[in-house]
């Protein structure tokens, strides 16, 4: 299995942009779950799905944000406007059904905004 | 807000010693998990610890659970230069649900 898939790897924009993170999750996978991390804030959780369905998204910070599953194969987080605030490592994760099991990450999605 | 916090937020050792890190958390849980980050990537589960456990060992790896305090250790014996990384634990189930939130992580070098 490939695991947990995510591009672009490297994202530059200018404020304002509109920027887009697509995660593929491993297959098989019922949990897919978007984190963000940053050296002030550490981890956070933005969202998370089940069954291709929003479950919580109480983690993400404002509307410029949203995130969709369309299929259990594909997941984007998308952000605009951006802003420098939003310059993070923003990483994808999946796991299988159950509560609370390991969680396999995708190598990450490094957002600059300048 | 963070679930767990760990301790120490950095630790230096030299190769062959051993390295211990603590984690505490605030609510109820189900399981307590350790992760490494290797600089500039995705985080690597090593190993789960459920709430009705005390202690758990794989390879060089022991974590204990301590619920009545809501800690958590992670040592790591013998270590080795490539153990150098980010130490993380994540608290999931019980009050959290379905949720898995991570502390601010232990960086730990390893010095060879």
């Known amino acids: 299995d490939a695991g947990v898939i995510q591009s672009p790897r490297h994202e530059v924009t200018e404020m304002g942009q509109e920027v887009t993170l697509r995660c593929k999750p491993i297959?098989?996978?019922?949990?897919l779950f978007w984190y963000r991390q940053t050296m002030m804030r550490g981890l956070e959780l933005l969202i998370y799905f089940n069954n291709n369905v929003p479950i919580d998204d109480s983690g993400m910070p404002e509307d410029r944000f949203s995130a969709k599953m369309p299929n259990a194969s594909f997941s984007t987080l998308k952000i605009q406007p951006s802003e420098p605030r939003d310059s993070a490592v923003y990483f994808c994760?999946?796991?299988?059904?159950?509560?609370?099991?390991?969680?396999?990450f995708g190598e990450g999605s490094r957002l600059t905004v300048l | 807000s963070q679930q767990g916090e760990e301790d120490p937020q950095a630790l230096s050792i030299q190769e062959g010693e051993n390295a211990t890190m603590n984690c505490s958390y605030k609510t109820s849980i189900n399981n307590l998990q350790w992760y490494r980050q290797n600089s500039g990537r995705g985080l690597v589960h090593l190993i789960l610890?459920?709430?009705?456990?005390r202690e758990k060992h794989s390879g060089r790896l022991r974590v204990t659970l301590d619920t009545s305090k809501k800690s958590s250790s992670l040592l790591i014996t013998a270590s080795r230069a490539a153990d150098t990384a980010s130490y993380f634990c994540a608290t999931g189930g019980g009050a959290a649900g379905n949720k898995l939130t991570f502390g601010g992580g232990t960086r730990v070098l390893v010095k060879p």
């Open positions: 297959s098989g996978h019922d949990y």
């Open positions: 994760a999946s796991r299988e059904t159950g509560v609370g099991g390991e969680l396999f």
């Open positions: 610890i459920r709430s009705n456990e």
